[in-house]
């Protein structure tokens, strides 16, 4: 099935015959006629009954019914691969961890939006492992995160390096310093991420090097959330001066000594990768950002 028939039948029912829709559609009269039988014979059913006046036959009505959405899903495809020609239309799958995923990669999409507004986007948020395994069955094209286990299949570059601070609430013992050590933490309530979160393995093992395991845990999966728990005193949280950029009232940042532990935030991408045009823009735009992104 031929899409000019198509297009043709639907011009001759808006236009109610067959010589203005030849007009419309710059084709003589007899391809028109030969358009249209082709079509009735191709689908085994008369479309048109033809007369003083053009009417539609209950086949015919139901036909022009699917074929104009038929044809405007053809105009759309047609121009969205005209686009992708040009590198300016397309669908990214992109993953992207938190903090990153709340904070600053709002802001990039709607800059690359802005630029390509044809490009429709789905997003991913999970953990950089969890990223990882999402990219290798081909469910993302790439993500934004932090560096997952090593993998054959994916290669991962970092951008920029966080660094870790102290958020306390404001009516904290230790909110009138400006800095702490990690023996200010003993018999504190400290919130921590997942216990597999390779950050959270990172500080734990540093505080118990210092104070054992004198200190209780409150462990909250989401690590965007702490900042609320930290709110209400239910403990203090550890975790990237990202993640701890804005803070909420009654509570506060804290430097913290004695905790080595710089965090990466980078680009996860397939090996031997070769995308479409628009995720090589978006990518491009990614990295001058995050290049230029260091926490202060």
Do not use: W
């Not at 990223?131 to 069955?137: A, D, E, Q, T, Y």
């Not at 790439?142 to 404001?170: H, R, T, W």
């Amino acid at each position: 099935m031929e899409i000019r028939a198509i297009r043709t039948f639907a011009t001759i029912v808006k236009y109610g015959n067959f010589l203005k829709a030849a007009e419309a559609l710059n084709y003589s009269q007899p391809t028109i006629t030969l358009h249209i039988k082709h079509l009735e014979e191709e689908i085994g059913e008369k479309l048109l009954e033809r007369g003083k006046t053009l009417k539609l036959t209950a086949s015919g009505q139901l036909f022009y019914e699917r074929a104009n959405s038929l044809l405007n899903e053809y105009e759309k495809l047609t121009k969205t691969l005209q686009d992708l020609e040009v590198g300016i239309a397309g669908f990214i799958r992109i993953g992207v961890s938190e903090p990153t995923a709340s904070l600053e990669f709002p802001a990039l999409l709607a800059e690359f939006k802005e630029r390509f507004p044809n490009v429709e986007f789905s997003v991913q948020v999970a953990d950089a492992n969890t990223l990882s395994s999402l990219l290798s069955h081909d469910e993302i094209d790439f993500a934004i995160c932090g560096a997952p286990e090593a993998s054959m299949e994916n290669s991962y570059k970092p951008l920029f390096q966080d660094d870790i601070v102290l958020l306390v609430p404001s009516s904290h013992r230790l909110a009138e310093k400006d800095a702490v050590e990690v023996t200010d933490l003993e018999n504190e309530t400290i919130l921590f991420t997942p216990h597999n979160c390779p950050i959270r393995i990172q500080i734990e093992q540093q505080i118990v090097d210092v104070i054992g395991t004198n200190y209780k845990k409150l462990e909250i999966t989401s690590s965007m959330s702490h900042k609320h728990y930290v709110q209400a005193g239910l403990g203090v949280s550890l975790f990237t001066r990202t993640a701890h950029s804005f803070t909420l009232p009654g509570t506060k940042v804290l430097e913290i000594k004695g905790i080595q532990v710089s965090p990466p935030v980078g680009l996860l991408r397939k090996t031997n990768d070769t995308p479409g045009r628009a995720v090589l823009q978006f990518i491009d735009l990614i990295e001058s950002r995050l290049h230029q992104h260091q926490p202060s």
